[in-house]
Protein backbone atom coordinates (compact mmCIF):
# COMPACT_ATOMS: atom_id res chain seq x y z
CA UNK A 1 0.00 0.00 0.00
CA UNK A 2 3.14 2.35 -0.02
CA UNK A 3 3.50 2.72 -3.47
CA UNK A 4 -0.36 3.38 -3.74
CA UNK A 5 -0.36 6.06 -1.66
CA UNK A 6 3.01 7.41 -2.88
CA UNK A 7 1.39 7.54 -6.58
CA UNK A 8 -1.63 8.58 -5.52
CA UNK A 9 -0.84 11.76 -3.69
CA UNK A 10 1.24 12.50 -6.92
CA UNK A 11 -1.90 11.77 -9.35
CA UNK A 12 -4.13 14.12 -7.15
CA UNK A 13 -1.49 16.79 -7.72
CA UNK A 14 -1.67 16.57 -11.81
CA UNK A 15 -5.41 16.40 -12.32
CA UNK A 16 -5.87 19.10 -10.01
CA UNK A 17 -3.57 21.11 -12.24
CA UNK A 18 -4.76 19.51 -15.52
CA UNK A 19 -8.27 20.59 -14.63
CA UNK A 20 -7.23 24.10 -14.17
CA UNK A 21 -6.07 24.23 -17.38
CA UNK A 22 -1.98 23.64 -17.10
CA UNK A 23 -0.24 21.20 -19.67
CA UNK A 24 0.86 18.71 -17.03
CA UNK A 25 3.78 16.42 -17.99
CA UNK A 26 3.35 13.27 -15.91
CA UNK A 27 5.67 10.37 -17.18
CA UNK A 28 6.47 7.05 -14.75
CA UNK A 29 9.58 5.74 -14.53
CA UNK A 30 11.17 1.86 -13.13
CA UNK A 31 14.59 1.61 -11.60
CA UNK A 32 15.27 -1.45 -12.65
CA UNK A 33 18.83 -1.91 -11.72
CA UNK A 34 20.88 -3.36 -9.14
CA UNK A 35 20.72 -6.08 -6.40
CA UNK A 36 16.73 -5.86 -5.56
CA UNK A 37 16.49 -6.53 -9.28
CA UNK A 38 19.42 -9.74 -9.68
CA UNK A 39 18.09 -10.44 -5.53
CA UNK A 40 14.11 -11.42 -7.46
CA UNK A 41 15.85 -13.28 -10.72
CA UNK A 42 18.04 -15.68 -8.49
CA UNK A 43 14.78 -16.41 -6.48
CA UNK A 44 12.56 -16.87 -9.06
CA UNK A 45 14.88 -18.46 -11.32
CA UNK A 46 14.67 -16.39 -14.59
CA UNK A 47 17.66 -14.52 -16.43
CA UNK A 48 17.69 -10.69 -14.62
CA UNK A 49 16.31 -9.24 -17.66
CA UNK A 50 13.09 -11.00 -18.59
CA UNK A 51 12.45 -11.33 -14.51
CA UNK A 52 12.61 -7.31 -14.79
CA UNK A 53 10.41 -7.19 -17.95
CA UNK A 54 8.36 -9.27 -16.29
CA UNK A 55 7.77 -6.85 -12.58
CA UNK A 56 7.28 -4.02 -14.44
CA UNK A 57 4.86 -5.27 -16.54
CA UNK A 58 2.65 -6.41 -12.96
CA UNK A 59 3.61 -2.90 -12.03
CA UNK A 60 2.80 -1.41 -15.29
CA UNK A 61 -0.67 -3.09 -15.22
CA UNK A 62 -1.25 -2.02 -11.14
CA UNK A 63 -1.14 1.50 -11.78
CA UNK A 64 -3.79 1.14 -14.58
CA UNK A 65 -5.87 -0.47 -12.84
CA UNK A 66 -5.48 2.24 -9.66
CA UNK A 67 -6.38 5.02 -12.39
CA UNK A 68 -3.36 6.66 -12.34
CA UNK A 69 -3.07 9.31 -15.02
CA UNK A 70 0.54 8.45 -16.12
CA UNK A 71 1.70 9.56 -19.36
CA UNK A 72 2.79 5.87 -20.31
CA UNK A 73 3.97 7.04 -23.80
CA UNK A 74 6.67 8.34 -21.76
CA UNK A 75 7.68 5.60 -19.87
CA UNK A 76 11.48 5.17 -18.50
CA UNK A 77 13.22 2.54 -17.60
CA UNK A 78 16.49 2.50 -16.28
CA UNK A 79 17.60 -0.58 -17.67
CA UNK A 80 17.11 -0.28 -21.22
CA UNK A 81 19.69 1.27 -23.36
CA UNK A 82 18.36 3.79 -24.88
CA UNK A 83 17.82 5.55 -21.11
CA UNK A 84 21.39 4.36 -20.09
CA UNK A 85 23.05 5.45 -22.63
CA UNK A 86 22.74 9.38 -21.52
CA UNK A 87 23.87 8.51 -17.93
CA UNK A 88 27.12 7.56 -19.77
CA UNK A 89 26.71 10.28 -22.37
CA UNK A 90 26.34 12.82 -18.96
CA UNK A 91 29.49 10.59 -17.28
CA UNK A 92 31.22 11.09 -20.13
CA UNK A 93 30.99 14.85 -20.02
CA UNK A 94 31.46 15.62 -16.33
CA UNK A 95 34.92 13.41 -16.88
CA UNK A 96 36.06 16.03 -19.24
CA UNK A 97 35.08 18.52 -17.18
CA UNK A 98 37.43 17.34 -14.53
CA UNK A 99 34.18 16.75 -12.33
CA UNK A 100 34.85 13.05 -11.78
CA UNK A 101 37.66 11.20 -10.10
CA UNK A 102 38.43 7.96 -9.04
CA UNK A 103 40.64 6.98 -6.01
CA UNK A 104 40.24 4.00 -3.46
CA UNK A 105 38.02 4.26 -0.82
CA UNK A 106 36.56 1.45 1.59
CA UNK A 107 33.34 -0.16 0.67
CA UNK A 108 30.76 -2.52 2.16
CA UNK A 109 31.82 -5.80 0.21
CA UNK A 110 29.60 -9.10 0.32
CA UNK A 111 32.60 -12.06 -0.51
CA UNK A 112 29.99 -14.78 -1.11
CA UNK A 113 28.11 -13.20 -3.39
CA UNK A 114 31.11 -10.84 -5.14
CA UNK A 115 29.54 -7.64 -5.02
CA UNK A 116 29.68 -3.91 -3.03
CA UNK A 117 26.54 -3.50 -0.76
CA UNK A 118 24.77 -0.20 0.37
CA UNK A 119 24.59 0.86 3.89
CA UNK A 120 20.85 -0.33 3.66
CA UNK A 121 21.59 -3.60 2.29
CA UNK A 122 23.77 -4.83 5.41
CA UNK A 123 21.61 -5.97 8.58
CA UNK A 124 23.59 -6.49 11.40
CA UNK A 125 26.37 -7.10 10.15
CA UNK A 126 25.41 -9.41 7.20
CA UNK A 127 24.54 -9.40 3.81
CA UNK A 128 20.63 -9.40 3.28
CA UNK A 129 20.70 -11.68 0.37
CA UNK A 130 22.74 -14.55 1.34
CA UNK A 131 23.52 -13.61 5.46
CA UNK A 132 26.94 -14.09 4.77
CA UNK A 133 29.25 -11.81 7.10
CA UNK A 134 30.04 -8.14 5.20
CA UNK A 135 33.62 -6.69 5.28
CA UNK A 136 34.97 -3.92 4.60
CA UNK A 137 37.43 -3.50 1.59
CA UNK A 138 39.35 -0.82 0.09
CA UNK A 139 38.25 -0.74 -3.58
CA UNK A 140 38.97 1.97 -6.53
CA UNK A 141 35.83 3.36 -7.32
CA UNK A 142 34.79 6.95 -9.02
CA UNK A 143 33.49 10.16 -7.16
CA UNK A 144 31.52 13.22 -8.27
CA UNK A 145 32.70 16.39 -7.38
CA UNK A 146 30.08 17.78 -5.71
CA UNK A 147 32.46 19.91 -3.51
CA UNK A 148 33.23 22.40 -6.40
CA UNK A 149 29.91 23.73 -5.86
CA UNK A 150 29.52 23.01 -2.19
CA UNK A 151 28.87 26.85 -2.12
CA UNK A 152 26.54 27.23 -4.69
CA UNK A 153 24.70 24.88 -3.67
CA UNK A 154 24.40 26.04 0.10
CA UNK A 155 23.12 29.50 -1.25
CA UNK A 156 20.40 28.65 -3.09
CA UNK A 157 18.92 26.43 -0.21
CA UNK A 158 17.79 30.47 0.51
CA UNK A 159 15.04 29.29 -2.20
CA UNK A 160 13.79 26.91 -0.26
CA UNK A 161 13.43 28.34 3.30
CA UNK A 162 10.00 29.56 3.16
CA UNK A 163 8.89 25.73 1.77
CA UNK A 164 10.76 23.10 3.48
CA UNK A 165 10.97 21.97 6.98
CA UNK A 166 14.06 23.62 8.79
CA UNK A 167 14.82 19.57 9.86
CA UNK A 168 15.31 18.36 5.97
CA UNK A 169 17.28 21.73 5.52
CA UNK A 170 19.97 20.75 7.90
CA UNK A 171 20.08 17.21 6.98
CA UNK A 172 20.83 18.65 3.27
CA UNK A 173 23.39 21.37 4.88
CA UNK A 174 25.21 18.56 6.49
CA UNK A 175 24.79 16.76 3.56
CA UNK A 176 26.75 19.01 1.36
CA UNK A 177 29.14 19.40 4.41
CA UNK A 178 30.91 22.56 3.50
CA UNK A 179 33.23 23.44 6.15
CA UNK A 180 36.41 26.16 6.18
CA UNK A 181 39.59 25.09 8.28
CA UNK A 182 43.05 23.92 7.73
CA UNK A 183 44.98 20.87 6.76
CA UNK A 184 48.07 20.20 9.47
CA UNK A 185 50.63 17.55 8.96
CA UNK A 186 51.09 15.38 11.63
CA UNK A 187 54.45 13.61 11.61
CA UNK A 188 55.24 9.00 11.88
CA UNK A 189 57.80 9.70 15.34
CA UNK A 190 60.82 8.13 14.25
CA UNK A 191 59.95 8.57 10.59
CA UNK A 192 61.35 10.89 8.17
CA UNK A 193 58.88 10.04 5.15
CA UNK A 194 55.36 9.09 6.67
CA UNK A 195 52.92 12.21 7.65
CA UNK A 196 49.39 12.20 8.01
CA UNK A 197 47.20 15.03 6.88
CA UNK A 198 44.61 16.14 9.36
CA UNK A 199 42.08 18.29 8.58
CA UNK A 200 40.31 20.88 11.21
CA UNK A 201 37.86 23.49 11.46
CA UNK A 202 39.52 24.68 15.16
CA UNK A 203 42.84 24.92 14.12
CA UNK A 204 43.36 26.92 17.20
CA UNK A 205 42.71 23.73 19.15
CA UNK A 206 45.37 21.69 18.35
CA UNK A 207 48.29 22.94 21.41
CA UNK A 208 45.32 20.57 23.63
CA UNK A 209 45.75 17.07 20.92
CA UNK A 210 45.47 14.72 23.65
CA UNK A 211 45.48 11.41 21.15
CA UNK A 212 45.37 10.26 17.47
CA UNK A 213 43.10 8.14 15.63
CA UNK A 214 43.11 6.29 12.53
CA UNK A 215 40.14 4.14 11.06
CA UNK A 216 40.73 0.31 11.35
CA UNK A 217 41.20 0.35 7.23
CA UNK A 218 43.10 2.90 6.79
CA UNK A 219 45.98 2.52 4.68
CA UNK A 220 48.85 3.46 6.40
CA UNK A 221 47.83 0.78 9.67
CA UNK A 222 49.78 -2.22 7.69
CA UNK A 223 52.53 -0.37 7.27
CA UNK A 224 53.08 1.53 10.53
CA UNK A 225 51.89 -1.70 13.21
CA UNK A 226 55.12 -3.88 12.81
CA UNK A 227 54.93 -5.68 16.83
CA UNK A 228 52.99 -8.84 16.23
CA UNK A 229 50.96 -8.55 19.58
CA UNK A 230 49.29 -4.69 18.24
CA UNK A 231 48.89 -6.30 14.85
CA UNK A 232 46.65 -9.38 16.59
CA UNK A 233 44.29 -6.67 18.43
CA UNK A 234 44.10 -4.15 15.65
CA UNK A 235 42.59 -7.84 13.47
CA UNK A 236 40.20 -7.75 16.51
CA UNK A 237 39.37 -4.59 16.30
CA UNK A 238 38.76 -4.52 12.40
CA UNK A 239 36.84 -7.95 12.61
CA UNK A 240 34.31 -6.01 15.00
CA UNK A 241 34.03 -2.55 13.21
CA UNK A 242 33.55 -4.24 9.48
CA UNK A 243 30.26 -5.41 10.90
CA UNK A 244 29.27 -2.05 11.74
CA UNK A 245 27.26 0.05 8.98
CA UNK A 246 28.63 3.61 8.33
CA UNK A 247 25.33 4.62 9.81
CA UNK A 248 26.55 2.35 13.19
CA UNK A 249 29.90 3.61 13.12
CA UNK A 250 28.96 7.63 12.98
CA UNK A 251 26.07 7.16 15.49
CA UNK A 252 26.17 8.82 19.03
CA UNK A 253 24.88 5.91 20.39
CA UNK A 254 27.08 3.01 19.95
CA UNK A 255 30.13 2.58 21.94
CA UNK A 256 33.43 3.37 20.11
CA UNK A 257 36.03 0.71 20.08
CA UNK A 258 39.68 1.13 19.40
CA UNK A 259 42.77 0.08 20.18
CA UNK A 260 46.73 0.72 20.38
CA UNK A 261 49.18 0.72 17.42
CA UNK A 262 52.51 0.85 19.10
CA UNK A 263 53.03 4.21 17.27
CA UNK A 264 53.08 7.89 18.13
CA UNK A 265 52.93 11.08 15.90
CA UNK A 266 54.27 14.84 16.59
CA UNK A 267 52.08 17.85 17.63
CA UNK A 268 53.24 20.07 14.85
CA UNK A 269 52.92 23.22 17.27
CA UNK A 270 54.27 21.89 20.39
CA UNK A 271 56.68 19.06 18.93
CA UNK A 272 54.82 16.62 21.66
CA UNK A 273 54.31 13.09 20.85
CA UNK A 274 50.44 12.04 20.71
Avoid at 160 to 173: A, C, D, H, Y
Wanted: glycine content about 8%.
Amino acid sequence: MGHARNYIIGDVIARVLSRKGYNILHPIGFDSFGLPAENAAIRDGMHPKESTIANIDKMRKALKRMGISYDFGDEVITSNPDYYKWTQWFFLLFYRMGLVEKKEAAVNWCNSCQTVLANEQVISGRCERCESPVEKRVLSQWFFKITDYAQRLLDDMKLLEKGWPERVLTIQRNWIGRSEGAVVDFKLDDSEDISIPVFTTRPDTLFGVTFFILAPEHLLIDKIVVDEEYKKEIGKIKNIISGQSDIERGSAEIEKIGCFTGRYVINPLNGQKV
